[in-house]
């Protein structure tokens, strides 16, 4: 018992003693308590705080510019099908109305209007809704399928609102744009992202010809041919399209960069046909040229794999090897990045190339050529002149070359070692002779191509 007790009596001394200590530091030892919330800088996102303090950005002023300026456009088309089971076994039919509608973006007072070529393809009968229920008729001036882009125009009496183009080059990732089109054949809507990324190719087969810019603003059925709007309200894009499973938003949507689309209508209205330039080069991005060159040690750029003899990338010096890494200054990450730039000039442009050779950097001045193709739709190819030079090589003085790829099965064949010097057992001089052989061929009928090689072979194929 006594032992006990003089346990408990220890015990409790010790006690008395560890609270006096804690006490004694607690009174001599302040607790600080840091103010992390106002060493954290603070950014402003852009919406309203919860004391209605000023905004940032005012999304209002860009929506009342643009949503005036951006109409809905209603293609008629007129198609022949079936129209009984005895129309299935025997043939015949009847005419049937069909409709599609999209959206379009009035870029001046007297009523031109750029919307996506996909839009009013085969439209027997366009027509155009303003934002205030105006109803126009309205006339194709033109289109250019490989960027989906197409002009069209309506006549009014007052001058329409309008959207001034913007500089796409100047467009900055996670930069607020808005879309504005007519979504599910609703009015004018508008909706807010940021740009998720510029320069991105859409092309499955690896030939990219477009460059578009991706946001995460919502774009859905029927914003097709709408604007791509910056904060001030200036026209950065074209809404093209989406990736999606479900064939409505989920997260991805692309436009046309603004200053493609412009150099693309000034093309139809001068011209009536759009005229690309090119460097005449070909290219892969420095990054997979480098898995297997140990000598590449840029991780951003082109790899110039081809040169095309007689270009102006030839004439001005550029060599297979080269590492292209600005145009005009501009800097060029990856291959979209050339294709986007050098799509918003003109042949006899000239850019000044910026590349990198054997450690050393040097700017050159490039011309550019005019490109000249024609695609061969049912080949799944699209074909292009060829310059006297590179002809010489494969010992002929007549044939086209393929230009690019549109079908995965015919990018199995490499292409870039042959001339085609006849088609269907016709010879051909130039697209124009491709052309003339292809719309007066009988669909039914298979192809045959005649080619010659480096060597000076020559091999025919028939593709049935």
């Known amino acids: 018992m006594k032992k006990n007790l003089t346990l408990f009596a220890?015990?409790?001394?010790?006690?008395?003693?560890?609270?006096?200590?804690?006490?004694?530091?607690?009174?001599?030892?302040p607790v600080v308590i840091t103010q992390s919330q106002q060493e954290i800088p603070v950014v402003n996102t852009g919406f309203t705080n919860l004391d209605n303090t000023a905004l940032a950005f005012d999304f209002t002023t860009a929506a009342e510019t643009s949503v005036n300026a951006v109409v809905h456009v209603k293609n008629t088309t007129i198609s022949k099908g079936p129209t009984s089971i005895m129309d299935f076994f025997y043939g015949g039919g009847g005419e049937r109305e069909m409709v599609g509608t999209g959206s379009g973006v009035i870029i001046s007072p007297d009523g031109y209007i750029v919307t996506n070529n996909h839009v009013i393809e085969n439209a027997?009968?366009?027509?155009?809704?303003?934002?205030?229920?105006?109803?126009?008729?309205?006339?194709?001036?033109g289109t250019d399928p490989s960027t989906d882009i197409a002009l069209i125009k309506i006549e009014s009496d007052t001058n329409l609102p309008y959207l001034a183009f913007g500089d796409s080059n100047e467009v900055k990732v996670g930069e607020w744009v808005l879309a504005v089109g007519n979504p599910f054949n609703l009015t004018s809507t508008v909706t807010a992202g940021i740009v998720s990324a510029k320069s991105r190719d859409l092309n499955q087969?690896?030939?990219?010809?477009?460059?578009?810019?991706?946001?995460?603003?919502?774009?859905?059925?029927?914003n097709s041919g709408g604007a791509l709007v910056n904060v001030r309200g200036e026209l950065?894009?074209?809404?093209t399209a989406i990736t999606s499973q479900t064939g409505s938003y989920v997260g991805y949507s692309f436009a046309v960069p603004s200053n493609n689309t412009k150099k693309v209508i000034e093309d139809i209205l001068e011209f009536g046909f759009v005229q690309r330039g090119i460097l005449g080069i070909r290219g892969v991005n420095v990054a997979d040229a480098a898995k297997r060159l140990p000598d590449v040690s840029e991780t951003e750029g082109v790899y110039v794999s081809t040169v095309e003899i007689g270009s102006g990338a030839d004439l001005s010096g550029i060599q297979q090897g080269d590492i292209?890494?600005?145009?005009?200054?501009?800097?060029?990450?990856?291959?979209?990045?050339?294709?986007?730039?050098?799509?918003?000039?003109?042949?006899?442009?000239?850019?000044?190339?910026?590349?990198?050779?054997?450690?050393?950097?040097?700017t050159l001045p490039v011309t550019l050529v005019k490109l000249e193709t024609y695609q061969i739709d049912d080949l799944g190819i699209e074909v292009?002149?060829?310059?006297?030079?590179?002809?010489?090589?494969?010992?002929?003085?007549?044939g086209v070359s393929v230009n690019r790829v549109l079908t995965r099965d015919m990018g199995k064949f490499n292409w870039d070692d042959v001339i085609i010097t006849k088609i269907n057992d016709e010879r051909v001089e130039n697209i124009e002779d491709v052309r003339r052989i292809i719309e007066n061929r009988d669909s039914r009928e298979p192809f045959s191509l005649t080619m010659i090689d480096r060597d000076g072979e020559v091999n025919k194929f028939i593709v049935r």
Do not use: C
């Open 124 to 141: 027997s009968e366009l027509e155009v809704t303003l934002n205030d229920n105006q109803m126009f008729a309205a006339e194709l001036i």
């Open 236 to 239: 950065i894009g074209i809404n």
């Open 324 to 362: 292209i890494k600005q145009i005009d200054g501009i800097s060029i990450n990856k291959f979209t990045d050339l294709v986007g730039y050098v799509g918003s000039k003109r042949p006899n442009d000239i850019v000044d190339v910026t590349i990198i050779r054997d450690g050393d950097t040097k």
């Open 384 to 398: 292009k002149n060829v310059s006297e030079k590179k002809l010489k090589e494969f010992n002929t003085n007549y």
């Open 205 to 222: 087969y690896g030939s990219s010809t477009q460059s578009f810019i991706q946001t995460d603003a919502a774009v859905n059925r029927g």
């Open 10 to 29: 220890v015990a409790l001394l010790a006690g008395m003693v560890t609270l006096g200590g804690y006490k004694l530091l607690e009174d001599k030892t």
